[in-house]
């Protein structure tokens, strides 16, 4: 999930059906997906800022109203991520510069929002894992993180609220505020893995643009 590109025009539309293509972690490969659920995705990602979008680069700032429109822009943000088959997504790859972050990192688990989140605690205990971004298609890159965090936010109604996560959950919400300030995965890898992501994404866009 980072960003620098290309697409806003035809998303993941892009895909072709051998393309190996997931959505933020853990999601079904695209290629699988019925002609449903595919039209829906695509839909949904047409929403998404994309790398080389410049809001995606911008701070959020803390959002003071705890209002029916804050909740409005909640519900919006869980269906597109839903839609869209992410586990997170931040209101910053919406276009919208609120300190607000949507996740899910198990199917099972209600949508969580978390609202001016701060992180409290992170682990000196760091693991690698691989990431992708709804606004960074074709990327996937191992990013290294703490393996657990502690985060004080608040709910979709300004209660007090805090987070103690590890795994995907933590990574999850580190990727997500990360957003919030301007920062995509491709940040946090060494220069040369960058570049060579970079090189990946354009290529996978090419082949899809052909297919
Ligand atoms: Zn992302």
Known sequence: MADEDIREAAPAALASDDADVEVEEG???????????????DAALRQVRKLGDPVLRASALPV???DDALRAEIERMGELMGDALGIGLAATQ????????????????????LVNPVLEWSSEETEIASEGCLSIPFVHVDVERPAA??????????????VQASGLTARVIQH???HLDGVLMID??????RKEAMRAMREAQREASLA
């Open 94 to 113: 919406i276009g919208v510069l609120h300190r607000v972050l949507v996740y899910r990192s198990d199917p099972e688990d209600p949508l969580t929002a």
């Open 64 to 66: 003071d109203r705890f």
């Open 149 to 162: 965090v502690r985060v004080r936010a608040r709910d979709a109604r300004g209660e007090q609220l805090e």
């Open 27 to 41: 999601a079904t490969p695209v290629a699988e997906l019925d002609p449903e659920t595919r039209a829906r995705r």
């Open 188 to 193: 946090r890898i060494p220069r040369e893995e």
């Open 176 to 178: 997500e505020m990360d």
